[in-house]
């Protein structure tokens, strides 16, 4: 069961960085960066691997939201990563 309740997780992040990157038209290879290339990203995206923290505060910078956000898909509460808000 824990294994299940991964994997929709995972996929519930992808989906979370997905989402917006459509919307701003940007590609995978447009939001990869050291550290975070455009392979992981659709690893990510597909549900497949689950980003670091560090990888959530780059790809929330880029996104223009939070990387509590992307992890929790909670968006009411200021991010204990990086301070924002969303």
Do not use: F, N
């Not at 990888?55 to 990563?81: N, Q, S, V």
């Amino acid at each position: 069961m824990a294994t299940a309740l991964r994997s929709r997780t995972m996929s519930a992040v992808g989906q979370r960085i997905k989402r917006p990157r459509k919307e701003r038209g940007v590609s995978q290879r447009d939001l990869a960066e050291p550290g975070v290339s455009y392979a992981y990203l659709s690893r990510v995206e597909a549900g497949q691997r689950t980003p670091g923290e560090k990888a959530l505060r780059k790809l929330g910078g880029k996104l223009g939201t939070t990387a509590l956000y992307l992890e929790t898909g909670d968006a009411g509460a200021p991010c204990p990563h990086c301070g924002w808000e969303v």
